[in-house]
């Protein structure tokens, strides 16, 4: 499976970016998907979580009201909407996705198991 993230960029604090993931090599709509962020210096940290379906949708609190995930499983694409973005929304971000077929709202890093290779993310005051 290969994912691979775009549509990283600067924005003011304020704006809205959208990050897309596409994937290939494998079966797009058995995966729940994930998108983490990785500030310089910090771990990566889980922002939202899709189910295989996308009937069910997990987020980070420091993100909620700001930020959607969504999915079209006809074109193997994940999106993350980001709203409102603040200064320490500042990232690289990562998609995610997960093989296991169950929804439980994974949110570690260590319950993925294919990652694109990040898009940054960078929002001035």
């Known amino acids: 499976v290969q994912l691979q993230a775009s549509g990283g960029g600067l924005v003011q604090a304020g704006g809205s970016l959208r990050l897309s993931c596409t994937a290939s090599g494998g079966t797009f709509s058995h995966y729940n998907m994930g998108w983490f962020r990785q500030a310089p210096g910090k771990e990566r940290d889980f922002v939202a979580a899709i189910s295989w379906s996308g009937s069910s949708t997990y987020y980070v609190d420091s993100v909620k009201g700001r930020f959607t995930i969504s999915r079209d499983n006809a074109k193997n694409t994940v999106w993350l909407q980001m709203d409102n973005m603040k200064p320490e929304d500042t990232a690289v971000y990562y998609c995610?996705?997960?093989?296991?077929?169950?929804?439980?709202?994974?949110?570690?890093?260590?319950?993925?198991?294919?990652w694109g290779q990040g898009t940054l993310v960078t929002v001035s005051s």
């Open positions: 995610a996705a997960d093989i296991s077929g169950s929804w439980y709202r994974q949110a570690t890093p260590y319950e993925y198991d294919y």
